[in-house]
């Protein structure tokens, strides 16, 4: 009998990462679910059939412990992140730039580097980094999380290189406007009515579901496909400043 396949996804307590834990159970997958809210990814591991760890991307100690105790582990779905705030470069608060960065930037990095050898060792490995179609154009009021989306997409540009003639894949999933659970209410500091605004008039934006279904499509290609960058916008969204709205 084949041995269940392991996915590992990050941020998992909501939105695309909650979304992407229950697609891939669905796929037959044993899904590892890891976020900051344990009572959020308990649950849902409940429901899945999946397990549950309570972690901090951007803590490195937690994750090397998590890493250690991990075993078996096939892909990898680099999912937390987010945004803070929506000001102009001249005006950001560089605390939200940095605690931008230390998620969306350092969590990646701390979270496949602590798993890459068991990736390796599964001999069919895929690290999946959820990037942003913020890492391949600017907008205004957008400098802090434009710039973490950048180098998000650096980091999976550069590792696909690296990792060239090993038997790992490096996937990246660049999503548009997606009205997912607390996303934009974050951006804007719990306020409801700003976060609203960004999807008003919008027939259907994506959903966490959308998102889902695309990153379990791509980790379900054959071994020797690989999907390097797919981006992935609503109908009514041509550019990330070009939206149709009614």
């Known amino acids: 009998m084949t041995e269940q396949k392991v996915a590992v996804v990050t941020g998992a307590s909501s939105g695309i990462g909650a979304a992407t834990a229950r697609r891939l159970a669905e796929e ?22 999946g397990r549950a760890h309570t972690l901090d991307v951007t803590d490195r100690a937690a994750v090397d412990a998590f890493a250690a105790g991990i075993g078996r ?13 929506a000001e102009t470069v001249e005006s950001g608060d560089p605390a939200d730039w940095l605690a931008m960065y230390q998620v969306n930037v350092l ?11 068991a990736l390796r060792a599964s001999g069919d490995g895929t ?4 990037s942003s179609t913020a890492a391949l154009a600017a907008y205004e009021g ?14 999976a540009a550069t590792l696909r ?34 976060a609203a605004a960004v999807y008003a008039g919008v027939a ?6 959308d998102i889902a279904d695309t990153v379990a499509w791509a980790v379900t290609r054959p071994p020797h496909v690989n999907i390097d960058l ?14 149709h709205r009614a």
């Open 204 to 209: 259907e934006p994506l959903t966490s579901e």
């Open 230 to 243: 797919l981006v992935v916008r609503p109908r009514a969204q041509a550019a990330n400043h070009k939206v």
């Open 73 to 85: 582990v096939d892909v990898l779905v680099n999912n937390a992140g987010g945004a803070i705030g």
């Open 127 to 130: 690290v999946l980094l959820m």
């Open 28 to 49: 037959g997958f044993e899904v590892v679910l890891t976020a900051r809210r344990t009572d959020r990814i308990e649950a849902l591991a409940k429901e899945i059939g």
């Open 142 to 155: 957008g400098g802090g999380y434009v710039a973490a989306k950048h180098a998000a997409h650096t980091i």
């Open 107 to 117: 969590g990646v990095l701390h979270v496949t580097q602590a798993l890459l050898p």
């Open 161 to 194: 290189l690296e990792l060239c003639g090993e038997p790992i894949r490096v996937i990246e999933i660049a999503p548009g406007m997606v009205k997912s659970e607390g996303f934009a209410v974050t951006r804007f500091r719990g306020d409801e009515e700003k």
